[in-house]
């Protein structure tokens, strides 16, 4: 007799772990993030600083997310 195990039917795949954040959720954060800090930092003299600095912050976070997913294609990384 062998001591052989039969596989289970709701065996889960064996696949790469994948992160629970996608890139543009984490883009979103880094932006909302780096705002923050530019408003705290260096507080705007009216609407007009406001605005700039969250555009700003909008520009970060898609340069971000832009660079993140070169450099992770780059060390050959599956870009999620």
């Known amino acids: 007799m062998q001591n052989s195990v039969?596989?289970?039917?709701?065996?889960?795949?064996?696949?790469k772990p994948r992160s629970r954040v996608s890139r543009r959720t984490a883009a979103v954060l880094v932006a909302v993030v780096w705002t923050a800090w530019m408003l705290w930092a260096s507080p705007p003299t009216g609407p007009v600083g406001?605005?700039?600095?969250?555009a700003a912050g909008a520009l970060f976070g898609v340069a971000w997310a832009w660079l993140f997913g070169l450099v992770l294609r780059r060390i050959g990384v599956p870009v999620w």
């Open 50 to 54: 406001v605005v700039i600095a969250v």
């Open 6 to 15: 039969a596989p289970s039917p709701v065996a889960p795949d064996r696949r």
